[in-house]
């Protein structure tokens, strides 16, 4: 009873009944508005920023050696990022909670199904689990933001045949940027308070878009053009994959897995940082999104995706699919002397296998539990590792998420590798767009970083 009378005293909104009680100490938002629920939050988000700026602002977080400085700014913590954090042991918390956990928690399609990517979008704007009803009028509002605008498809149309699907997509949230509503409210002069509510609008515009651009490029690029409609029945997530042509139950739950695992990733890696460089610049959601979409179409990030299916395919082209570890070892020593990475495995900040990997495997297991390619990636779980260990230099020798994605698109007959990362970048919008929005709430400023010459960095270490 004390417990209650306390949450109600340090709640007025739950004895207004605007938020309910969940699970031990946690409070929830009743409004089924996502707007709403985010902007009852900024208020005491500000306070506490600002609180931390005035009474902390000159601790030191961490330090930069010269190491730090010349090796891609590795471990240097210099930037806030409020979606999620990464712990190089344990993984990914998104909002706090592991993916095991999301995976509980979250909202479903179905009973005992994979979350639904509307869901963890609640999370990440909000910091609260959302219920179902909440998760659902996410659902429809993306539902109503979904059309896109002719000129898009014009725009896609006139593209070379060979242009990569990255390419694509970065090109075609360009040709969106003409509607973006922060860009028009800053031209007529908004107070910059007001910034993240035109910032929320172009987010929530743009993920709704996503998945009819990128089917667009899919049934553009693979299968002659011919466009699906968007179904009223299904989710964000569904929809994406019923767009591109798939309708197997398996394949929806698998999108809807995909779409809420690789949503976000902390705020150092090339396509987060990218967005959030980019947004600082006051550059609307359209322009700081396309450029993290460029990033992440590079081989060392999204596009190692593509790359692991590559990969696999030598293999099995070269050795067949009953190869033995023997032979595998053979494979990878083989790329690792011609000088190249073995794709999946490996990571920047991860010291221990990804758990967006693992929640992988155990789909592969229980929905493909004898398809060859998965049989494949279960070995090279037990061969690469010891390997990349005997290099003596890999910091990480496990694998990522990339490592499992393409087995389980192939599966369902999603075979064109070459798109891979953009299915992956549609996910992405989820975090970087939700943290672009509490950027502008937080009114974080332009960034800039010191640069230093090789001679410039000789001087300060003489002097030191
Ligand atoms: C992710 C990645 C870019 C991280 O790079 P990093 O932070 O520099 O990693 P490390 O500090 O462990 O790198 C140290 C050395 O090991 C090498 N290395 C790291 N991962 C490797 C891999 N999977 N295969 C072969 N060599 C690897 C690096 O290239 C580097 O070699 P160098 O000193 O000769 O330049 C790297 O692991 C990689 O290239 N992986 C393969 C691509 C991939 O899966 N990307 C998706 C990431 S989610």
């Not at 699970?23 to 996502?34: C, I, M, Q």
């Not at 095991?100 to 999370?123: C, R, T, V």
């Not at 299916?309 to 570890?325: I, S």
Request: net charge neutral.
């Amino acid at each position: 009873m004390r417990a209650v009378k306390g949450l109600l005293q340090a709640a007025p909104s739950l004895r207004e009944g605007l938020i309910e009680a969940v699970g031990v100490g946690g409070l929830r938002t009743l409004t089924t508005d996502l707007k709403a629920s985010l902007a009852e939050k900024i208020p005491a988000e500000q306070e506490r920023l600002k609180k931390l700026k005035k009474e902390h602002g000159s601790k030191e977080l961490g330090s930069c050696t010269v190491e730090a400085a010349i090796g891609g700014m590795r471990g240097i913590p210099a930037m806030l990022w409020e979606t999620s954090l990464l712990d190089a042991e344990e993984g990914i918390r998104f909002r706090g909670h592991s993916i095991p956990e999301l995976q509980e928690k979250l909202p479903k399609a179905k009973e005992g199904g994979e979350p639904i990517p509307e869901g963890l979008l609640w999370l990440l704007m909000t910091g609260e689990v959302p219920s179902s009803e909440q998760a659902a009028s996410v659902t429809e509002m993306l539902r109503q933001r979904s059309k896109v605008p002719d000129h898009v498809y014009r725009v896609l149309a006139a593209q070379h045949p060979n242009t990569h699907p990255m390419t694509q997509l970065a090109t075609a949230v360009l040709s969106l940027q003409v509607d973006s509503k922060f860009a028009a409210a800053y031209r007529s002069g908004m107070h910059k308070s007001k910034y993240w509510d035109p910032v929320f609008e172009d987010s929530m515009d743009l993920i709704a878009k996503l998945p009819t651009i990128a089917a667009a490029i899919y049934r553009n690029t693979y299968k002659g053009g011919d466009l699906v409609e968007a179904s009223s029945s299904l989710d964000w997530g569904a929809n994406l994959a019923h767009m591109m042509g798939f309708t197997d139950d398996g394949c929806l739950e698998m999108m809807r897995l995909y779409q809420t695992i690789h949503a976000d990733h902390e705020g150092g890696n090339v396509s987060a940082h990218a967005t959030h460089l980019v947004g600082s610049a006051l550059s609307d959601p359209y322009l700081s999104y396309a450029a993290g979409m460029t990033g992440l179409a590079g081989p060392l990030h999204g596009l190692a995706n593509q790359e692991v299916l590559r990969w696999l395919t030598d293999v099995r082209q070269q050795v067949g699919d009953d190869v033995t570890k023997e032979q595998m070892r053979e494979f990878v020593w083989a790329t690792l002397k011609s000088g190249k990475v073995v794709p999946g495995f490996g990571h920047a900040v991860l010291r221990k296998t990804d758990p967006r990997y693992t929640c992988q495997a155990v789909f592969a297991r229980r929905h493909m539990p004898d398809y060859p390619l998965y049989r494949l990636t279960a070995m090279l779980y037990d061969v690469v590792p010891d390997i990349l260990k005997e290099t003596g230099k890999v910091k990480n020798p496990y694998p990522n998420v990339d490592a499992h994605s393409g087995v389980l698109l192939q599966y369902y007959g999603i075979t064109e590798e070459s798109f891979y990362t953009v299915l992956f970048g549609v996910s992405r919008a989820l975090g970087v767009l939700s943290q672009g929005v509490w950027s502008r709430a937080l009114g974080l400023p332009i960034e800039r970083p010191k640069s230093l010459t090789m001679a410039a960095i000789e001087q300060r270490v003489a002097q030191a």
